[in-house]
């Protein structure tokens, strides 16, 4: 006689967890080494152009760079363990603080060009799949090949030159209007945070820029969806209970959004849990150009400067999201389709 | 059905057109005399103990008063929380009396004691300004000898100290006392001021916003009635996008700007590009001590080679061509030693150990595409006299590293010197005495003990004539050494917007002086 399911799952959840960490420690050590082996001294770089020797020396001791390198990891790991991210060289201030600020603003441009590729992508390859061969399937697949094939960066700088220059309520960088209060912080989130407030004044700012950014950062996992749902969907109105249900008389719209959809999401949502992880890392490009303070820019600035600390907290920080959106795919995966349990 | 598929679409539409029309309402207009800049910086920092550059020196002017201040072009030093000061006949005592009025935001007053505490946290903090005093102030030796009068006593005579005075930020101590955690209130006035300035803080979000608001009764009064009620700076990594926004009136001023996008905005919508000249000095610097580049010979040979038109051409002749290691203003050679003479290069490369010509690198940073096209102009010149030039590009902070060996410091780096204070001592002590050889100023390791003594000589003195002569001595030393190329003092990168009539009235071309908004007016 067969495990009970949540005895399954639960058992799951416990093994998945404990490979989140043993991840997050790999990646800790394999970070933490190949930023200290690197030849760089931020050190040297925050203590200015007219530093003397000493004066460098006191500021390598204050920030413990004059440790053997097992005890500077050790130091780290000890105090992140009690909430402490460490401190900046360069910015001289505690990292937390800043990855509290940036990562929510990054986290939500990914969710919002997310949520843009799904509710733009799925009926894209729908529309793509039932009129297949025809105009607005050549349509579709050729705006499916632009938005893999665009750089994003450069379709940043010509969406800003064309429709935030043309455009006065489009504006061309930021994350919030510069005269405006930013909503109260409850997640960090403005979106989210003006609806939980009831600022619907703050929400519709907060939708106003991020539009052009998560517009650009949506194309290609749109592109990969609407080919992925065209793909799936096609396929499935090629089986025999399509077939069937269309004998019966069961209207297309029905056959196609009740019986095709759903079926067709699986692979959709593996596209999704990829796309997160993808974009949350390669957002800094729009980020830049969009003057959008969030990760990205914040993990360069320190990567150029050498700043080992944040770089660190970034990455683990990142590192720590992709797996738990990975896991957050399983579970949907799960309660998507019945014959999938786990063990 | 029909009516059901009604009844469950109405709300989404609804919410829809509400969004609609949310969003297509106009933005906020902002205060009538708030004025924005989109930089390309951050301002990591604003304390006056740590924070050291061009960005965060402009935001210490506003929220600080430092006891003078650079004011005007030519920048001369000017008394500001100083009312007069006197210096004793051996130069070492500087007593300087405070003005009365002078208040902290908070309302007590700028007195001696906060002096002596700004000096001594500065001196203990040891970063940013702090080096411009090494040498020169020793903690312990600034006192107050009454609630207005201070009294420094100096190491040694130093003639420009009223210079660097203007870098010494008065902060109060009360407040910083009272926030002083476990490094000296160095994490508190990251993102916190308190100072007695122009200015006080509004929103600060890091990376992204800084909010100055002007304090109206600012206890020096203001030079016009329509002064910016508050500076908005923007970070914008993008210079696209700094162009965009300059050029839609979207933002006021701009930085970090290339000579194209100058070219091109001049006049457009009203803007200009700052006046100018500056004073930074830019130069490729030669590693003197390892590689090819420690022959002197090679290195004359090396300054004959250079093709200098083309190199002003990087900028689109607004540069001005430099006779030596000084800006124009304050160059004391009127003439260049080196110019191009392909017979001299060639004349002296035979007296080298390279007849035959060599390879080097030249090694620049990402990103800076001035100091790219400086490689390629010189690839081009030395490729005349058989010198083979790699360019390579790295970020600043492994170029930085790479200074502190000589073995790993590269043949040819650019550099351009920024103006902390209008004298020669800025340059010559930073970039040529070998205390500073490693530093990223002096990444050549240059060394030369006669020039040392003669740049010693020459912050002792407070003659002017004397100092001069001093300067011109060691001048002469450091042109026949050739450690550098002197190429050019580089124009202004500051794009300003018509809200600002009246910026190149006020324009002053030393680090922090800028952007000093407390100057300007702000058109309606």
């Known amino acids: ?343 | 059905m029909m009516n059901t598929f009604k009844r469950r679409m109405f709300p989404l539409l609804m919410v829809v057109a509400l969004l609609v029309v949310g969003v297509l309402q106009p933005v906020a207009a902002q205060g009538e005399r708030s004025l924005t800049v989109g930089s390309l910086v951050e301002l990591y920092t604003i304390d006056p103990a740590v924070g050291f550059d061009q960005a965060i020196g402009s935001s210490l002017k506003q929220f600080y008063d430092a006891l003078f201040r650079y004011v005007g072009n030519p920048p001369e030093v000017t008394a500001w929380l100083a009312d007069s000061y006197s210096v004793s006949d051996d130069g070492l005592k500087y007593t300087i009396t405070l003005r009365s009025e002078a208040v902290f935001h908070d309302g007590s007053p700028v007195n001696a004691d906060a002096v002596v505490y700004s000096a001594e946290r500065l001196l203990r903090v040891g970063q940013g300004a702090a080096g411009l005093f090494t040498g020169v102030l020793s903690p312990g030796s600034t006192v107050a000898i009454d609630a207005t009068t201070v009294e420094f006593t100096l190491d040694q005579p130093y003639g420009p100290f009223p210079d660097i005075l203007t870098w010494l930020f008065i902060v109060n101590p009360a407040v910083v006392e009272a926030n002083l955690g476990d490094d000296d209130g160095v994490t508190y006035l990251t993102d916190h001021e308190a100072g007695s300035g122009p200015f006080t803080m509004g929103r600060w979000q890091a990376a992204e916003l800084y909010e100055f608001v002007a304090v109206d009764d600012y206890w020096r009064g203001w030079p016009s009635e329509n002064h910016p009620s508050s500076v908005i700076r923007l970070v914008m990594r993008e210079a696209s996008t700094r162009r965009l926004s300059i050029e839609s009136g979207e933002v006021d001023m701009v930085d970090w700007m290339s000579v194209d996008d100058l070219v091109a905005l001049e006049g457009v919508n009203g803007i200009i590009s700052a006046p100018g000249p500056t004073l930074t000095v830019y130069d490729v610097k030669m590693n003197t001590v390892e590689g090819p580049t420690a022959d002197p010979a090679l290195r004359r040979a090396i300054a004959y080679a250079v093709d200098y038109d083309s190199m002003q051409a990087i900028w689109g002749g607004r540069s001005t061509s430099l006779t030596g290691p000084l800006p124009p203003s304050l160059a004391i050679s009127s003439e260049p030693m080196y110019h191009l003479d392909l017979d001299a290069a060639r004349a002296a490369l035979a007296e080298s150990a390279y007849p035959d010509g060599v390879d080097l690198e030249y090694v620049y940073v990402t990103g800076l595409e001035d100091e790219r096209r400086t490689g390629l102009v010189l690839q081009d010149s030395l490729a005349e006299i058989g010198i083979n030039v790699t360019i390579t590009a790295i970020p600043w902070a492994d170029a930085v590293a790479s200074f502190a060996d000589p073995a790993t410091a590269p043949d040819l780096f650019p550099l351009y010197s920024g103006t902390a204070f209008a004298d020669p001592d800025n340059y010559l002590w930073a970039s040529f005495h070998s205390s500073m050889a490693g530093n990223w100023t002096n990444p050549g390791h240059y060394a030369n003990a006669e020039v040392d003594a003669l740049l010693e000589q020459a912050r002792a003195e407070t003659d002017a004539a004397v100092r001069s002569d001093l300067y011109g001595q060691a001048e002469a030393l450091i042109l026949a050494d050739a450690p550098n190329l002197f190429i050019a003092a580089t124009p202004e990168d500051h794009i300003i917007g018509p809200r600002i009539p009246n910026y190149a009235d006020n324009y002053s071309p030393v680090m922090g002086s800028m952007e000093d908004f407390y100057f300007y007016e702000v058109a309606s």
């Open chain 1, 1 to 343: 006689m067969g495990r009970p399911y949540r005895l399954n799952m639960l058992t799951f959840l416990i093994r998945r967890v404990v490979l989140i960490v043993v991840v997050l420690l790999g990646l800790s050590v394999l970070t933490f080494t190949v930023a200290r082996v690197i030849p760089a001294d931020p050190v040297r770089l925050a203590a200015g152009p007219r530093a003397s020797d000493e004066q460098i020396a006191e500021l390598r001791e204050q920030f413990g760079y004059n440790q053997p390198l097992y005890q500077q990891y050790l130091d780290y790991m000890l105090a992140l363990s009690q909430g402490n991210w460490g401190r900046s060289v360069v910015l001289q201030r505690d990292v937390g603080p800043d990855l509290s600020r940036y990562f929510p603003a990054t986290l939500e441009l990914v969710l919002v060009s997310l949520l843009i590729a799904v509710s733009l992508g799925i009926p894209l390859g729908l529309i793509s799949a039932t009129y297949r061969d025809r105009w607005p399937d050549q349509l579709a697949r050729l705006f499916s090949l632009g938005g893999v094939s665009l750089p994003s960066f450069w379709l940043a700088i010509v969406l800003q030159l064309t429709l935030a220059f043309a455009v006065s309520w489009i504006p061309v960088s930021g994350r919030f209007d510069r005269v405006a209060v930013t909503p109260q912080p409850i997640t960090g989130l403005y979106t989210i945070d003006a609806l939980l407030t009831l600022n619907f004044e703050a929400f519709t700012m907060a939708l106003r820029y991020l539009f052009l950014p998560s517009l650009c950062l949506s194309l290609s996992a749109l592109a990969t969806v609407a080919r992925t749902v065209r793909a799936d969907t096609l396929e499935i109105l090629g089986m025999d209970y399509i077939r069937t249900a269309r004998a019966i008389g069961i209207p297309e719209a029905a056959i196609i959004l009740k019986y095709t959809l759903k079926n067709a999401s699986l692979n959709t949502l593996t596209q999704i849990g990829l796309f997160f992880g993808y974009t949350l890392t390669g957002s800094v490009l729009v980020e830049n150009i969009f003057s959008w303070p969030g990760i990205g820019n914040y993990a360069v600035s320190a990567a150029l400067t050498k700043d080992f600390v944040p770089l660190l907290g970034v990455t683990l920080l990142t590192g720590f999201a992709i797996v738990m959106a990975n896991l957050l795919t399983d579970l949907l995966y799960a309660a998507l389709d019945p014959r999938i349990r786990y063990s």
